[in-house]
């Protein structure tokens, strides 16, 4: 996806942005509990850890948590 691709190129705020972006129509779309959307708030949380958002982080560990 473009947000994998961005993240590869060192294009990290563009990354993060597709990937919320993702999650958002995941997550009305499939449901906060599909294992798709639990999936990409991991992969999102990664990346925030990674750039230091440590805030962000949480809440998309608390959206993996909340959907297992």
Do not use: M, P
Not at 26 to 52: N, S, V
């Amino acid at each position: 996806n473009a947000g994998r691709e961005a993240w590869k190129a060192g294009k990290q705020a563009e990354a993060v942005g597709a990937l919320e972006k993702v999650l958002a129509i995941e997550a009305r779309i499939l449901g906060r509990w599909h294992r798709d959307a639990e999936e990409t708030a991991d992969l999102l949380g990664d990346w925030r850890q990674a750039r230091g958002e440590w805030a962000e982080e949480a809440a998309q560990r608390r959206f993996v948590a909340e959907a297992r």
